[in-house]
Nanobody, 122 residues
Framework: VQLQASGGGLVQDGDALRLSCAASGRIDVYFMGWFRQAPGKEREFVSAIRWRDDNTYYADSVKGRFTISRDNAKDTIYLQMNSLKPEDTAVYYC?????????????????WGQGTQVTVSS
């Protein structure tokens, strides 16, 4: 199973970006989501989507600005990031897991993409 993330870049405060993550290989997804890691900080939860009913979940810091969505046919998820702030600067990782549980827990995700850098300048 491979997860391929793309879409990062350098933008200015208030701009938007859309990240994509395509899954390939045999995987029975329960959750797919996005995490991020800023320099010197631990990896943190950003957003997740539950496959069976498309329920979505967000960290408080991104609620109202970020939107997660999926394309069933392509086994792809997206993260639309609007009103970006310098504090959103991080490497963004997509992840997938095959079991229910705590959607925000980093350690419970089995599969990880390679990360894509998002830099927001002030």
């Amino acid at each position: 199973v491979q997860l391929q993330a793309s879409g990062g870049g350098l933008v200015q405060d208030g701009d938007a970006l859309r990240l994509s993550c395509a899954a390939s290989g045999r995987i029975d997804v329960y959750f797919m989501g996005w995490f991020r890691q800023a320099p010197g900080k631990e990896r943190e939860f950003v957003s997740a989507i539950r496959w069976r009913d498309d329920n979505t979940y967000y960290a408080d810091s991104v609620k109202g600005r970020f939107t997660i969505s999926r394309d069933n046919a392509k086994d792809t998820i997206y993260l639309q990031m609007n009103s970006l702030k310098p504090e959103d600067t991080a490497v963004y990782y997509c992840a997938a897991r095959e079991r229910p549980g705590l959607y925000f827990a980093v350690a419970t995700y089995n599969y990880w993409g390679q990360g894509t850098q998002v830099t927001v300048s002030s």
